[in-house]
């Protein structure tokens, strides 16, 4: 393209040109991740009989770093570009963008290697009280309360090439650091209404709050909820219900697990074809800071039901696996994933027939 620039007898060409000359480009990542935690757990005793018995504490402090290295060859230099195509001393310029190929010492003076750092680092301090608070004629009441503080940070940094774009391909990209903190306090009580009763062998219902106050402008503290109900009938399989305040993660919904019997009578693991069905039980992993058990351990897990379409707009409805640690609950999803052989009985007990009810 020729443009003319009136008045000053000089002619603009505009011109363009594959820079291959200068090798492919080539990125490399090295990632280095360093983890440390430690923590103190045991018996604290009871208060009285009647009051505050089988006391347990659990606290850790865990400290967290990765450091990203990214570094990319092939590149070219927008500056050393300009340079090259000029004369120095009256002799030949370095770089000749009309001939049919770039040389050898063209290449050579405009190419670069650009490099980035990523660093994120975080600091967690957690610690929690469980036991039984008192007495219902139903049997013990059980509580967990607690406190966590984390702190994130991240931070970017860009070396010379890359903050002043003079990278070709690449905008400007200007270092970055950021952090956040907060502070939370939480607690769950569950107590059991009925024991051994004409139409129900167990019913309890249990409540959660978590209080989250962040460092963050136009965040501060944040509420959240929790509320269910436990009701195992007489002679019946259990049956577990929660309405949370965990949402769900998309990112790690798996695809795979059981799905509704209605749909695929062969129960087998469809992976990920949901043509059979229109629910999925997506295992995961809660948080830690629930009181299950009877003598107030934290460990909590669950299933969930989310709709396949929409997903984004669901609610979750989490199936609380009650008693049960994180490394049972992962053998039995193991056992449910095996394929029809595998997927009648768990532990010696039937799943029942279901939408989106699981049984165990």
Partial sequence: ????????????????????EVGNRFNSSERNVFRTAFGLRGNLGSVSEGFLRN?????????????????????????RF????????????????????????????????????????????????????????????DFNAGFEWRYNYAKYTPDTFLSSGDVSGFNAAKPTAGSTTVREIFGEVRAPILADAPFAKRLNVNGAFRYSDYDLEGVGGVWTYSIGAEWQPKGQPEKVRVYDFVLPELGKASPYGVYDRTRNEG??????????????????AIHLGGAVGAHGAHHRAGLEALPLVQRALASAVHFRIARAAIAFVAFRAAVLQQGADGLQMVDGKRLRRGRHDFFW
């Fill in 55 to 79: 006391l347990s504490y659990d606290t850790y402090y865990s400290y967290a770093r990765t450091q990203n290295t990214d570094s990319q060859r092939g590149s070219a230099s927008r500056s």
């Fill in 267 to 284: 129960w087998v693991n469809v992976g990920t074809d949901h043509d059979t069905a229109e629910f999925a039980v997506a295992i995961k």
């Fill in 1 to 20: 393209m020729k443009i003319t620039v009136i008045g000053t007898g000089y002619v603009g060409l505009v011109t363009g040109t594959c820079l291959a």
């Fill in 82 to 141: 300009a340079q090259a195509l000029l004369s120095v001393g009256g002799a030949a310029p370095v770089l000749n963008v009309f001939g049919p190929n770039i040389s050898e010492a063209g290449a050579a003076a405009i190419a670069i290697n650009s490099t980035n750092v990523q660093v994120a680092e975080q600091q967690v301090l957690a610690a929690n009280i469980a036991g039984e608070a008192f007495d219902l004629p139903a049997g013990p009441v």
